[in-house]
């Protein structure tokens, strides 16, 4: 109840006792009812107002937690706008690795990683690639590896039991390097092995030395 209908009220409850100075019992307890139902509404009205201004402080609290958290949003979204348009460095080549354009490449010789027309790696493979290993997970931990491997343009004979071709060879050796570096705890979700053959030559075919660099494995990390 309103504060203009209490102050009425009470004056009606002052009219009525000066009325009733001289008045009967029923008119006393008239008037002690009305005076009861005055200081209940009172207090109706006391606790209203006191609800009213908590809600209001409830208000007030929500809308400064809702700026806060604004503030926060409009925070967050300008780091991440800065982390689109600046993309964070790539890893600089670890030692040995060549730069490239699209990443960082590493190459073993074959006659390094196995035996002649064999696919399984030697104990000196095994040295050389325990520092590619490494490399991966601390230089290039978790970027894409592709593993390729190729081999010189001479037919397979002594080994044609095994190898249907080059290719075939050239697969297997691949394969036996990505296993490897599974072993070592490469995620295997992140390599691709990859099979070329007698293509791709980095020299000529026609002296031993050429051939030599030819038979090879590449590691290649993909930067881009």
Partial sequence: MGLNRLAGLGLVLVAVAFSALGCCDPEKKQIAALQAQYNDLSSQNTDLRDQVAQARQRQ???????????????????ELASAKATPPPKP???????????GDKITVGSDILFASGKATLTAEGNSALAKIANDLKTTYAGLPVRVYGF????????TKNLWTDNLDLSANRA???????????????VIETIAMGSTHFVAGNSDKAGKAKNRRV???VVKK
């Avoid at 081999?151 to 002594?158: A, E, G, Q, V, W």
């Avoid at 394969?175 to 979700?189: C, D, F, H, P, Q």
């Fill in 92 to 102: 600089a080549a670890a030692a040995g690795w060549v730069s490239t354009p699209f």
């Fill in 218 to 220: 590449e590691i290649f």
């Fill in 60 to 78: 007030s609290d929500l809308l400064s937690q809702l700026d806060a958290k604004d503030s926060e949003l409009a925070r967050l979204q300008a």
């Fill in 151 to 158: 081999t010189d343009n001479d037919p397979i004979l002594k």
């Fill in 175 to 189: 394969m036996a390097v990505t296993r490897y570096l599974w072993s070592k705890g490469i995620n295997a979700e």
